[in-house]
Nanobody, 124 residues
Framework: QVQLVESGGGLVQAGGSLRLSCAASGRTFKNYVMAWFRQAPGKEREFVAAIDRSGRSTFYADSVKGRFTISRDNGKNTVYLQMNSLKPEDTAVFYC?????????????????WGQGTQVTVSS
C-alpha cells in the first residue's frame, strides 16, 4: 500500500514557475514508476510526465516537453514536477500516481495509487 500526498500548487501568472511535490508513504517507493497527470474542468485526466524507478529515464507529454521536468528522490520518498513557462492552458488539478510495473504508461487505469490532487491555476 502506498499513500501519496501532493503539494505546491497555487496561482501563478503566465510565464511563471511552480514546483509540485508528491510525498509517498511506505518503504517500497523505489519500486514504483511515478507519474504526474492533470485534469482540467470538463476534460479527461491526461498524462503529463513519468519517471522510472531509478530516476534515470523520463517520459513527457508533447504539450509539456521542454517546460516541465519530473524528478525523484528515493531517499526522501518524493517525486517532483518543476513547471516553467506556465501557460493558462496548464490550469488543472495535478495528480501524482504510482505504478508497480516497469513499463511507462500514459493510461490512468494502469496506475495503482493516486494522490488527492493539487490545484494549479495560471492567469493570463
Amino acid at each position: 500500500q502506498v499513500q501519496l500526498v501532493e503539494s505546491g500548487g497555487g496561482l501563478v501568472q503566465a510565464g511563471g514557475s511552480l514546483r509540485l511535490s508528491c510525498a509517498a508513504s511506505g518503504r517500497t517507493f523505489k519500486n514504483y514508476v511515478m507519474a504526474w497527470f492533470r485534469q482540467a474542468p470538463g476534460k479527461e485526466r491526461e498524462f503529463v510526465a513519468a519517471i522510472d524507478r531509478s530516476g534515470r529515464s523520463t517520459f513527457y507529454a508533447d504539450s509539456v516537453k521542454g517546460r516541465f521536468t519530473i524528478s525523484r528522490d528515493n531517499g526522501k520518498n518524493t517525486v517532483y514536477l518543476q513547471m516553467n513557462s506556465l501557460k493558462p492552458e496548464d490550469t488543472a488539478v495535478f495528480y501524482c500516481a504510482a505504478e508497480s510495473s516497469v513499463v511507462f504508461s500514459r493510461t490512468p487505469g494502469d496506475y495503482d495509487y493516486w494522490g488527492q490532487g493539487t490545484q494549479v491555476t495560471v492567469s493570463s
